[in-house]
Each structure stands twice: as structure tokens, then as C-alpha cells.
């Protein structure tokens, strides 16, 4: 099975920070790599698909970047309402799919 | 509007069994794959199980594999997942989610609020 590993698994920053959050598979999963977000009490919600791809209405400070076994997600310029927990997800090997154990951004 | 209403979640004794659904609205249903996601109180997301457009390619996490089963009824427009020997473990909220292969295979774009089930004797 592939595993997925987050790093780190807590951030504190403040709004207008910039922020970067890693995920490491533990084989090569070529860009098979999406990111979600949730919010307390709310399902996730897509952000980045294929690596790289922002999801219809997500704003463009969000992006996703990295291949093979490293990712990264970064969010310039935080805002308010990008305080929340966020999740990647490898469909590489479909149907069996796995997330990583998710990073909180906090406020500072 | 695209919509996906899971509702199926209660309180059941450890051992016992469980059906969730997950009715779903604003969208041709048979044209995706569909996905269960299930997250333990104050725990990360977990795959669970997912099922091609037709029913014929299912898989299933090894934590549930030969307990729980999915299926999914195009006519109704409605996902399933039956579960059997429950476990205390198996307690968490249960999200079903649309797999959008149109933008990416395996990618989740769309999710039902969730319906909570509780193992506990």
C-alpha cells in the first residue's frame, strides 16, 4: 500500500503569511496528488488536482507543485478564512486511495 | 445543484450490522465512480471504499475488507455501503464523495455532509 506522510502536522502563522506544507509518498505516485481542505464540522473540499491544477473557484493563492514522491502545497498571502486543516490524497493507485494524516494551519 | 445527502448513521452494538446510503441529485450519477470517506472523531480522513460507474470494479481499504460492502443503484441515483461486523474502530463520520475522473481519476470534487455512525456496546 502507499502510505502518505504530511509534514507538519501543526502551523501557526498569521494573515498575510506565507505557507508552505509538504507530502511524501512513500513510492513514486507520478503527480496522482490532490489536496483538500476542511473546516470544523464541513466536508473537505478539493483544491488542487493532479498536483498542480487549481480546482474551479479556489483562489490563486493557492497552488500545488512537486512529482514522483514529494508535493508541496502553498498558500501565499493567508487569509482569515484559510485557517483549517488540509489533507493530501494519492490516486495513484486506483481504487485503493490514501490520505495523509492532515496539516492544521492555525492563526498566530 | 449538485447534491449528495448521506443518511443511514446511528448508535449499533459492536458486531452489528449497518447499511449507509447516500441519494444524490444535480448531476448524471452514472457517469462517475463514487467513493466512501470516513473520518474518526478528532482523526484525519480515511478512504474506505470506492465503486466504478456500473457496479463491476469495487475496492476496499484492508481495514474493511470482508466486513463492509458497497454498491450503488443508477436507477435511484443512490450509493450504498453495507457493514457488517462493526467495530468499535469503526466509529466515524461517513462522507460519500463523487470521483470525478473527468478532471482527474480518484479525485474527489464533490462530497455529502456526512452521516455519523457510533460502535458501542
Known amino acids: 500500500d502507499i502510505q502518505m506522510t504530511q509534514f507538519p502536522s501543526s502551523l501557526s502563522a498569521s494573515v498575510g503569511d506565507r505557507v508552505t506544507i509538504t507530502c511524501r509518498a512513500s513510492?513514486?505516485?507520478?503527480?496522482?496528488l490532490n489536496w483538500y481542505q476542511q473546516k470544523p464540522g464541513k466536508a473537505p473540499k478539493l483544491l488542487i488536482y493532479?498536483?498542480?491544477s487549481l480546482q474551479s473557484g479556489v483562489p490563486s493563492r493557492f497552488s500545488g507543485s512537486g512529482s514522483g514522491t514529494d508535493f508541496t502545497l502553498t498558500i501565499t498571502s493567508l487569509q482569515p478564512e484559510d485557517f483549517a486543516t488540509y489533507y493530501c490524497?494519492?490516486?495513484?493507485?486506483?481504487?485503493?486511495?490514501?490520505f495523509g494524516q492532515g496539516t492544521k494551519l492555525e492563526i498566530k | 445543484e449538485v447534491q449528495l445527502v448521506d443518511s443511514g448513521g446511528s448508535v449499533v452494538r459492536p458486531g452489528g450490522s449497518l447499511r449507509l446510503s447516500c441519494v444524490v441529485s444535480?448531476?448524471?450519477?452514472?457517469?462517475?465512480?463514487m467513493s466512501w470517506v470516513r473520518q474518526a472523531p478528532g482523526k484525519g480522513l480515511e478512504w474506505v471504499s470506492s465503486?466504478?460507474?456500473?457496479?463491476?470494479?469495487?475496492g476496499y481499504a484492508d481495514s474493511v475488507k470482508g466486513r463492509f460492502t458497497i454498491s450503488r443503484d443508477n436507477a435511484k441515483n443512490s450509493l450504498y455501503l453495507q457493514m457488517n461486523s462493526l467495530r468499535a474502530e469503526d466509529t466515524a463520520l461517513y462522507h460519500c464523495?463523487?470521483?470525478?475522473?473527468?478532471?482527474?481519476?480518484?479525485?474527489?470534487?464533490?462530497w455529502g455532509q456526512g452521516t455519523m455512525v457510533t460502535v458501542s456496546s
Open positions: 513510492q513514486s505516485i507520478s503527480t496522482y
Open positions: 490524497q494519492q490516486s495513484y493507485s486506483t481504487p485503493l486511495y490514501t
Open positions: 465503486i466504478n460507474w456500473n457496479g463491476d470494479n469495487t
Open positions: 493532479a498536483a498542480s
Open positions: 444535480g448531476f448524471t450519477f452514472d457517469d462517475y465512480d
Open positions: 464523495a463523487r470521483d470525478n475522473e473527468g478532471i482527474a481519476p480518484g479525485t474527489f470534487d464533490m
